[in-house]
């Protein structure tokens, strides 16, 4: 039902993200089906994660600008893996400051991108401040990008629906499963964009439980004789709107 | 995802409610979209809403027998008109109380008619109890038909997905539309269904009215730019369980 | 708003309690109140807090009969002081086991009283099972008793306001203050009706700190500049359904 | 219970909104029947919702400053159909930024108007973070205002009952009626008000048709028996704070 | 703080589980410590869950008495192995339908072992209607244990804390780590009874994996200076009474 | 299991409050507990509370550089008896407005004292803005002072507890026990620690009558065996990260 393009425009998705490592880990799945399709993946990194997801390059000495051209280098070789492009707003991090200005350059960036899809934090985690941060930027920015009054270049973009990727401890944010996405076929290429991120080598496997994990789920609610492959793979996320739908399915 | 048949079996349908009206008002969209589709659709009606649900036969003196009959006539006409069955267990309304033979009578018509989609009422509703317990009565089934070791004949089946329809007032039962049905298609067939319903001639527009309202509200979640009708009707649901999808949309 | 009765009918209140005490510590100022306005208030105890709230006496060595006895006396006393009649049901506490009977009992009592406010417990309680049973009956026996098609004695009841009033450990069942009544004016009369409690003699302090309490907060949230007496006392209660009003005050 | 001014004193209510049209659609009841009782209405638009709330005019080419004249034009002719005064304080819609002078402003508002009742917006809105702002800032100032320490000119007020009004999606913003205001003496008097904002035409009828929803649902909740108007309408309301209470009703 | 046993009296624990398994999967490692500091454990599983949870013996062909010895005979190796005693009371599950009977049982049991510590499943699992049935019966039981009116043989019980292990699908079900058990020291011995359970192979690693997840929370939420062991291994648990506590800690 | 320190280091609390006297009435228990353990208890005044906890001075035409000097002596007074040292970062309140800065110098308090154990407001308190306020940074720094990367002197921390004390009015600001502290032992010091705070004396039988209320709890909870002591005194906390245990107990 989304597709408002003219024919030859391919779906565009935009990922919001709090670090550079974060849209590997969560929604790495999400991005390389869309690509896989030929669609568009932007992916906003609003900072590096050089303060609060650098914790090793900070013990081996490396110093600020050194952890950051170390994060930007696995970010951008993650996204090339999974098919997207990556923007980094650099706008520091531990803690993420909201600001109109950062604000603004996300509107910007949701009328040149044209989203048809948004994918971003949740609303809560009490183990990362930057993450809620992120979530409302991205959630406020969406509202003003669809303002004709709000002054800034490009065009309107309609009302795209939002996706909230898994946090590292769902039960602990209020995260709830509401779409249970199979990512079997993409499964190859999110582990290969994981091990882009080598200063995080414990969380290869700890994300592939989860993605077995969030699998079985999946067959366990889609019951047993969908020819599901034996062994899927899946991400969770939450939908904070209405689905728009043509069918109960 | 959910072709689990056969290709020569159509999808079938199963709505669970508490009296012989609320099929129509509540998802008789959804219902006449199925059968548009060539799809199977069955009804349960676990009571005629003879007590609760006919204040105006009552008081023009009919008996308990002409009113359960005038209900029954009503809903077969309403669901003919939709394209559906509709089966009556005729267990007594206002209260509607559980039990486990109709459980167990519930979880039967599960295996008879191995719904690849099931309709129900939501968990709560401060103005009617019976909708409740329908509700309770219809999820404790869909689960025990799963289990092989439930002895009732039949196929096991597999665990289909649930949408809870909208009760009358939606704010004091905990309803949050989390799925928007377009029914702008089918519309006019809803309304001869609802026209059906003599005895309850004051809903025609109140529920004709809810169907704009929440077409409005899917306009307003779409985008502005998705070529939908000038004048979209909706019907909205829950979605109790997650959605598995292949696709972020 | 909701004088629904010819001129010369006092208004009525029905209270529908677990067990026998507890329409004294939870509402005894807005039965005395009530009563001291000339209106009628009936209290529905399920029963007489034999087993469950009768521990000193069990200890003393009193038998079943003799414990109601007990029970029953202390209630019309208090009752009587509040200026209210009490009902006995007799249902057997601790626990009190729902039935379609005694549903049908309470569905009679609202016929007859007809009442204009209901007073009852709140839905949960972890500490006393009595307490939500009680409450799940009086909302269902509400509802039935406004259906003409329920096959009871008497005349079909409106759809009067239900109050909550406060469980023993309010923070642990869910229970928030929506309306403070200030009861000031009647407080030496619910004390005196507390005194008639003679088994309970220790809550007596317990539920004046209360009244204390509440009436602080009720003069915190009507502001400094009210007239209110200095030492006001007051009760808390929820209001499940709408406020009616022609007024925002 | 609230008449905390000497005689003479007319009650005052106070309502802050985001932007200039918010007051007439979700409020314009509860101002008129004030007016209608003589008493005192101060509406406080933060901002005109130049930019949010005007899509029409920039689609015509208007620029900024013709926007907010046409919507202070506007406003200005509803506030006086409704009988109230409005004061536009110009803050910049879309998005409303908080800032200490802001809400100093409003403090100053509060000591002024001296509010028996307060209205404001509810505290999520997932579709237009300018009321959520609106509403933090109205209540933040209004226990500013309490306080003898805070530096601002006038009387210290007390602690103004206040009502949330309804947002535009209800049951997507959290929003519960738990106050039904019967408006049907004053419809008349909110239909001319609305039909002064002449850009948002569409939502005439859209918000006459939540009136008559409103009203059904307070008839609903009324009983059948209080000789209300054959048609009611009504607005809906949270309260957040304690309703303080003479009598249960 | 609760030891309010003679100083030869052992501490004890009660377990009430709806299926034979249960109590392996999801709390074996809390049995294991217990049974090895020298405290009493006894497990009631309320069915042998022959009907609900056996579906490989099913389909293998094997009978109702069959099934029903395969799954006693596997729980009570397990019990051993962890150093509890478990009793059945083969109530049927799918559907466990509480009764008065089953929870006179519970609370003879109750007062037979006088138990310290309370653990069962928590309120809600949307997959499977015997564990809240479990849930309420335990709870009730527990309550009406505490009662000198209830008439049942054996010392009326204190207030012993209650813990709800954690259920299938966490965040399916409201559940929330509260508590963080260590259960490393006893992981092999936990191991060894899942091993047990021959019929649930699936099942092994993937507890496995949830108690290293678990561990791994564990750690995050100690900080990293504890000396905790490299590989910690963890059961979550809620607690829906408040923690009584000597020390902040 | 939370020794982290030399064996010589002393357990260290830290307690983060938005006004001067927050830390006697609502943790003083707590905090003579661990001092008359021999641990270190540092007290953060993010304010003195100067304009609102303060009605009494204002109206006596005090100034604002004298009421905080009366405050600041009172609350050292309080201090010094609980065994305490307070430090007082003179941020201004009411409001109390989150700044970077602020918030960085909670990140060095937090690297200087190392706390074991933390202390603050919940995250509600419809009263008072300022407790929300102090919350939220008391919160978010004890999250950056965990982060090698943060720029701030001192060793990292651990993820030390937090603990919620009680707010003003519990209900109505979503507090609810999860640990109930026997403060019985330290009571006299608490009590005389409240009545350093001269200008609140009505305060004082306002959380002597809350201890006692929360000690009787204490009991209810704890069984009736435990050989507490027949007057127990109690203060309630929050704890919204999850307990680490090496028993259930």
Known sequence: MTHAHAPTTPRSTLVVTAHAGDFVWRAGGAIALAAARGEKVTIACLTFGERGESARAWREGKDLAQIKALRRDEAER?????????????????????????????VALYRETQPDVVLTHPADDPY???????????????????AIGY??????????????????QPEMSGFRPEVLLDITEVWETKRKAMECLAA??????YYTDLAVRRG?????????NLGL?????????????????KELA
């Open 128 to 146: 990362n401040g930057d993450h809620p941060a992120a979530h409302r930027m991205a959630l406020e920015a969406r509202i003003l990008a669809q």
């Open 78 to 106: 993650a996204a090339a893996t999974l098919g997207a492009e990556v923007r980094f707003l650099d706008a520091g991090d531990h803690p993420l400051l909201p600001t109109p200005e950062l604000t603004d350059r996300l």
């Open 229 to 245: 492959a034996h062994r899927t793979l899946a991400e969770a996320y939450m939908r904070p709107y209405p689905q728009i739908a």
């Open 216 to 224: 079985v789920q999946l067959r366990r609610n889609a019951g047993p």
């Open 200 to 205: 995080q080598r414990h969380l290869w496997d």
């Open 151 to 168: 002054p800034a270049d490009g065009e309107v973009i309609g009302a795209p629906p939002v996706f909230y990727f898994e946090p590292h």
